[in-house]
């Protein structure tokens, strides 16, 4: 079942100011929730529709799905994620 990863636009800007190499650690999290479901993952309390957030390093990844789609909408570091 293919599955594909759309970042919004202020996740894509979110992405963009962190260090390339925290940012490539960022995406292959991705690449892995959504090909294998590894990672660190917990469900967002008080969200409907359901939100997620995925845990990498100091950063969390807020996405939601939608059918076969995961939809990144905020990359931010754990200080910042939950404002």
Do not use: C, N, W
């Not at 940012?23 to 997620?52: C, H, N, S, W």
């Amino acid at each position: 079942m293919p599955q594909r990863i759309v970042i919004q636009p202020p996740a894509q800007k979110e992405l963009r100011l962190i260090d390339r190499q925290i940012a490539m650690q960022i995406l292959e999290a991705l690449t892995r929730l959504v090909f294998q479901g590894e990672g660190d993952v917990k469900r967002l309390q008080g969200y409907d529709p359901p939100e997620y957030r995925l845990r990498v390093g100091e950063y969390r990844v807020r996405y939601r799905r939608a059918g076969e789609e995961f939809h990144v909408f905020a990359i931010r570091k754990r200080s910042d994620a939950y404002r």
